[in-house]
């Protein structure tokens, strides 16, 4: 069972749970709207948004960095 999860949306605010979605952290990642997040495992994962931003994670969002 699976119980971490990352969202993204409007000026660039991101958020995290750990716990099946029952409370979320929240993330402020970048000024500009995130449209999309994907993980290709429990820690890899990226978010992109308008402008062609592209944000990184290696530790399953705890910290994010700006890829291009």
Same mark, same amino acid.
């Given at each position: 069972?699976r ?27 970048? #000024? ?7 993980? #290709? ?11 062609g931003?592209?944000w ?5 969002g ?7």
């Amino acid at each position: 069972l699976r119980t971490t999860g990352f969202a993204v949306g409007s000026s660039g605010v991101g958020a995290r749970t750990v716990d099946g979605g029952r409370s979320w952290a929240k993330q402020n990642l970048t #000024a500009i709207t995130l449209r999309g997040v994907a993980f #290709a495992g429990a820690q890899e994962g990226w978010a992109v948004g308008d402008g062609g931003d592209i944000w990184g994670t290696i530790d399953a969002g705890v910290t994010w960095i700006r890829i291009s």
